[in-house]
């Protein structure tokens, strides 16, 4: 965290600096010297089998800007500072209290009003931008964490009120001395965290957090991970960033032996753990305030490097406190193999199985569709071999028949031949090729599979694929083709099967930087509807967008969605035509973040369940988490 350390700093230059801090900068907290000495150094005796836990002499108040000053009375919270990261729902884990949990406390004194009423709705924002934060900072080391909190039954944090004497106030030791007077038990399982509704530390901190001095790398044997702990954070701290920054002190950071440690705290900013005489910035941007350990060699990597400190001692990524629960995924080593993954959902003896090449995505746009249709799988291969991923798959589904989607170019004859192994039907057409001149020639062949007067047709720019491959799995559910169009003219064989189809309405899949308002124009004349969106043109920023914006036509509560990289295509591809088959939605993800178009269609559909296709290379474990906490 960017502190300024009072006592360094001469008169004058505490003017500047609070020139400084009073302009648009958001007002900085300020902390103690980081210094532990005899003097001021505060533990929680051992007890009880517990050993002794130091106590991080921590943070002060934040300043608030001018025209704060004066009106903020030292009985508010700190309404006015800023927090730029989102909050994020906390995991729904069993009954809300089982295991190891982070469980928060109002409390206030005996004699002062009970606040929690007022104080919850701010509270519960706050930690759940604090667990933001955590989900954050897991994703850049491409890993997935959130706070396992108790929770009530709508999975926000349980935050219950007890009365403390004043005798609680002037340190940690004291206001845990009166939580277990109050009945509130030190437990393995728990770490306490005091939300206190008065700024009382005798030295005019405002947070305190108590951690071991123990580095041992073994999750099952470290000190935090057998232990509880606990932690105040007074009213003038009551804000997400000094809300996590204790709560991390718990988990065990900053230990002494890290590489850029200063006495629980460390040098490298911006960080939420850093601060004091030595730091020097490292992480800069906006946002480095609010994440945990900048370039994640100091206490927190979901992933640390062999030889790295992190490998080889205490990490606190490793918290049992900490969720890394991922939703599941359709994966294998590669996109061959993903495919191959999605399709063992088919059950043995499937009519149809399609395949396609795996080096372009123009085939099986369309064949994803018609897959989604008859309720096969779309299995990709290498132009001149079957990867083994895929035999080990055609020998397991025993397709009746199988097509074999584009041209030689893509799909050798040597390899269609090869595929008559796998067909069981042993008829001549049991292996057969739907290809035109091109990739539109070719979804005009696939779109000749259909027969005429269907209700809809999809047409999607060919030139590239991110609009389109959403579109596959709408498609698929509603039985309806995908052909694919240049910018500025309809090809000769796609305007053919229009016009054979005779579609009620045609939608257009992407903007017109995509498809051209004269494309529009021609589809107007070949859709038999006489409605106005007979032609429906489907757009948005970005794929995320169109993605998000074609999910909306799936009614909320569908059993199931999936979410795929838009960074790539192959994997969308082998998912549409699973999802078109069960008539759910595909939405689409960048690889370590979840967009917010994203987000919002999730949260929107809200369906029991949903699986991420592809492995870590193209979905993170950032993204596969995070998705999860969004549909739970
Ligand atoms: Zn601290």
Redesign the pocket.
Same mark, same amino acid.
Do not use: E, S
């Given at each position: 965290m960017h502190f300024r350390l009072r006592s360094l700093l001469s008169p004058t230059l505490l003017a500047l600096v609070a020139a400084t801090i009073a302009l648009p900068q958001p007002p900085l907290p300020v902390e103690a010297t980081s210094t532990i000495d005899a003097d001021t150094e505060e533990t929680l005796p051992a007890e009880s089998g517990i050993p002794e836990r130091k106590v991080?002499f921590? $943070?002060y108040p934040p300043e608030p800007p001018d025209g704060i000053i004066g009106i903020q009375a030292a009985t508010d919270w700190p309404t006015w500072y800023p927090t730029s990261t989102s909050p994020v729902t906390l995991p729904c884990i069993g009954d809300g209290k089982n295991g190891a949990r982070v469980q928060f406390w109002y409390a206030y004194v005996a004699g002062k009003t009970n606040r929690i009423a007022e104080a919850r709705p701010w509270l519960t924002d706050q930690i759940e931008r604090a667990n933001g934060m955590t989900v954050a900072s897991a994703a850049k080391t491409n890993g997935f964490r959130a706070l396992r909190v108790v929770t009530d039954a709508n999975c926000r944090p349980s935050i219950s009120a007890v009365q403390l004497p004043s005798s609680a106030l002037p340190t940690l030791d004291a206001t845990v001395s009166a939580m277990k007077a109050a009945g509130i038990k030190d437990s393995k399982d728990r770490v306490h965290v005091v939300l206190m509704d008065a700024n009382g530390f005798t030295d005019g901190a405002c947070g305190r957090?108590a951690m071991f001095l123990d580095e041992n790398p073994d999750p099952t044997k470290n000190l935090h991970n057998l232990n509880g702990s606990w932690a105040r954070i007074d009213l003038a701290c009551w804000y997400a960033g000094g809300i996590l *920054?204790e709560i991390f *002190?718990t988990f065990g950071a900053v230990q002494l032996g890290a590489p850029n440690a200063d006495n629980m *705290?460390c040098k490298d900013e911006g960080d939420l $753990?850093c601060y004091g005489a030595n730091t020097r910035m490292v992480c800069t941007g906006a946002v480095a305030e609010e994440r945990l350990d900048c370039n994640n060699d100091d206490y927190f990597h979901t992933n640390p490097p062999a030889g790295s400190y992190l490998r080889n001692h205490w990490n606190t990524a490793d918290s049992k406190y900490l969720s890394s629960d991922t939703a599941p995924r359709l994966a294998g080593a590669d996109r061959y193999a993903t495919a191959a993954a999605v399709s063992r959902k088919f059950a043995p003896g499937v009519a149809t199985a399609y395949v396609a090449t795996g080096a372009s995505y123009a085939d099986a746009l369309s064949g994803a569709a018609l897959a989604g249709r008859t309720g096969g799988p779309v299995l990709l291969t290498q132009a001149t071999y079957i990867p083994t991923a895929v035999k080990t798959e055609l020998t397991r589904l025993k397709p009746k028949k199988i097509v074999v989607l584009g041209g030689t170019s893509s799909v050798s004859n040597a390899v269609l031949n090869e595929l008559r192994t796998y067909a069981t039907a042993n008829t001549s057409d049991e292996v057969t090729r739907l290809a035109g001149t091109d990739r539109y020639g070719t979804s005009a062949a696939v779109a000749a599979s259909y027969p005429a007067g269907v209700r809809v047709a999809y047409v999607a720019y060919g030139g590239d694929f991110p609009d389109a491959l959403a579109g596959a799995a709408v498609a698929g559910r509603d039985d309806a083709p995908v052909l694919l169009t240049r910018h500025d003219g309809l090809p000769a064989p796609v305007r053919q099967q229009l016009q054979r189809l005779r579609p009620q309405q045609i939608v257009l899949l992407g903007g017109t930087q995509a498809v051209s308002e004269a494309v529009e124009a021609e589809l107007r004349t070949l859709a038999t509807g006489t409605g106005a969106d007979r032609v429906k043109r489907i757009a948005g920023k970005d794929r995320y967008a169109v993605a998000a914006a074609l999910a909306a036509t799936y009614p909320a509560g569908s059993p199931t969605a999936y979410v795929a990289s838009g960074a790539t295509f192959p994997d969308a591809l082998a998912g549409a035509a699973l999802a078109g088959a069960e008539g759910a939605p595909v939405l689409l993800t960048q690889p370590r973040s979840v967009p917010a178009a994203t987000s919002e269609a999730l949260a929107r559909l809200h369906p029991g369940a949903v699986t991420v296709l592809g492995g870590k290379n193209t979905v993170t474990d950032a993204v596969a988490g995070h998705v999860r906490l969004i549909v739970q």
């Open positions: 991080a921590d $943070l957090g *920054h *002190h *705290h $753990l």
